[in-house]
């Protein structure tokens, strides 16, 4: 099992980034994908999971109304649309999945198979 995120960058606030995790060994119809984020000093966080085992879906109430999690599965990737961006969302992005196919709070100890990363820099 491989995932492997791209897509980060540097934008203005207010901006707009689109990160793709594509996945390799497994297919996304069955199983579950998550998006976390890690800031210098700062434990990692839920951002966004999508379960394509039980259509579940979950938006961190930080980012509800700028981020939205959507599924390719021709393309076997996974999307996190990220608009009207903030300093704050400045971190490492990581994607990840795990062998359950589903999640329960999108917590990181949820999840087994991680990528590497992609930094997003929002300047004020």
């Known amino acids: 099992l491989e995932v492997v995120e791209s897509g980060g960058g540097l934008v203005h606030a207010g901006g707009s980034l689109r990160l793709s995790c594509v996945a390799s060994g497994f297919t996304l119809d069955y199983s579950v994908i998550g998006w976390f984020r890690q800031a210098p000093g700062k434990e990692r966080e839920g951002v966004a999971c999508?379960?394509?085992?039980?259509?579940?879906?979950f938006v961190a109430y930080s980012v509800k109304d700028r981020f939205t999690i959507a599924r390719d599965l021709i393309k076997n990737t996974v999307y996190l649309q990220m608009n009207s961006l903030k300093s704050e969302d400045t971190a490492t992005y990581y994607c990840?999945?795990?062998?359950?196919?589903?999640?329960?709070?999108?917590?990181?100890?949820?999840?087994?198979?991680w990528g590497r990363g992609t930094q997003v820099t929002v300047s004020s």
């Open positions: 999508i379960s394509s085992t039980d259509g579940r879906e």
């Open positions: 990840a999945t795990d062998t359950w196919g589903t999640f329960d709070a999108c917590s990181p100890q949820e999840f087994e198979v």
